[in-house]
């Protein structure tokens, strides 16, 4: 979970930070009132009054910083949007370059169902409040689940299983909005903590069709 420990606020009294420091120190708390906030009640039910009372900044500083509560969603989601995607790609990219794209696909899964596990605030604004939130933030979820098949796509590109399947990269998008899909049911039901345990059936699917595909060409 997103906790306020990793957000601290200014100091009291006389410091040295520089504006920038000071205006980016305030920016960051404002986008953790705003998860702890719409996690908590809901994107529709969360005022600015709200995102104040847990940022403990003023609301004329919210104003310097958002033009609303939407404005500062939508940095929140950007902020999501980028934890996200580093979880895959950056995993795809770091796994052993010898390892077979489906190891290495599986070491990226296994990190990313395990983090959203535990960062249950950031999971329940991107999964369950981003496509209530209107045209903006349903454009950011799903330029990342975009993103998501795109990597995905390239990791398999070589593997011969997977090439032997009918629409390889029709079967891409279909993984990732299961994955997706799975996701959110745990979420919705409030199993956040079971997420990690969707990794083995989907790896055991995948080696099912991989195997199937590569033993029908042989």
């Known amino acids: 979970m997103v906790t306020e420990d990793a957000f601290p606020a200014l100091p009291r009294g006389r410091h040295n930070l520089s504006r920038e420091q000071v205006a980016d120190v305030q920016r960051q708390r404002l986008l953790f009132g ?3 906030a719409v996690s908590e009640k809901g994107f529709a039910k969360t005022s600015v009054a709200e995102v104040l009372s847990r940022a403990k900044v003023s609301r004329e500083t919210f104003y310097q910083h958002f033009d609303g509560k939407e404005a500062c969603f939508l940095a929140l989601l950007d ?3 980028g934890i996200l995607s580093t979880l895959i790609e950056g995993n795809l990219v770091a796994s052993r370059s010898d ?3 489906l190891t290495r ?3 990226a899964l296994e990190v990313y169902l395990r983090t959203l596990s535990e ?3 950031i999971a329940n604004v991107f999964f369950l409040e981003a496509p209530a939130a209107g045209p903006g933030a349903r454009e950011r979820r799903f330029d990342v689940q975009r993103r998501f098949t795109e990597s995905v796509a390239l990791n398999f590109r070589e593997d011969p299983g997977w090439a032997a399947v009918p629409d390889p990269e029709f079967a891409c998008q279909l993984l990732v909005a299961a994955i997706s899909s799975l996701v959110v049911g745990k979420l919705a039901v409030g199993e956040a903590k079971d997420l ?3 990794h083995e059936p989907i790896m055991a699917l995948l ?3 991989r195997d199937s595909r ?3 060409e042989a």
């Open 196 to 198: 990690p345990g969707l």
């Open 79 to 81: 902020t999501c949007s």
């Open 207 to 209: 080696r099912g069709i």
């Open 99 to 101: 390892d077979d794209p």
């Open 105 to 107: 696909f599986g070491t």
């Open 34 to 36: 705003m998860a702890a």
């Open 214 to 216: 590569v033993s029908g």
């Open 119 to 121: 960062q249950v605030q």
